[in-house]
């Protein structure tokens, strides 16, 4: 079973960065496409970000131009690097599979964008 841990969220202000880890029990991201969600408050979870086997990237309309997704090449790690933070930002954000039987959902990490 897979576990996942997120981490590096915080309060920061608008237009601040932040950058999201997020790890994994098993070297596995090297062989999944890996995604981070994001669930504000009163709200359903949405998709973020993606990135495949192969590299490739895709994202929200509403974050593309200020999120990078990206992993490491062991295969265990994946980060999303936020910019020009805005207030909608603000969400628990999580790291999971981006295609197939999702795995347990993590904690999660608190992002909020505040002044």
């Known amino acids: 079973q897979v576990q996942l841990m997120e981490s590096g969220g915080g309060l920061v202000q608008p237009g601040g960065t932040l950058r999201l880890s997020c790890a994994a029990s098993?070297?596995?991201?090297?062989?999944?496409?890996i995604a981070w969600y994001r669930q504000a408050p009163g709200k359903l979870r949405e998709w973020v970000a993606s990135?495949?086997?192969?590299?490739?990237?895709d994202y929200a309309a509403s974050v593309k131009g200020r999120f990078t997704i990206s992993r490491d090449s062991a295969g265990n790690t994946a980060s999303l690097q936020m910019n020009s933070l805005e207030p909608n930002g603000t969400a628990v954000y999580y790291c999971n599979r981006g295609r197939g039987t999702l795995w347990s959902w993590g904690q999660g990490t608190q992002v909020t964008v505040s002044s």
């Open positions: 098993q070297s596995i991201f090297r062989i999944n496409t």
């Open positions: 990135i495949s086997t192969s590299g490739s990237t």
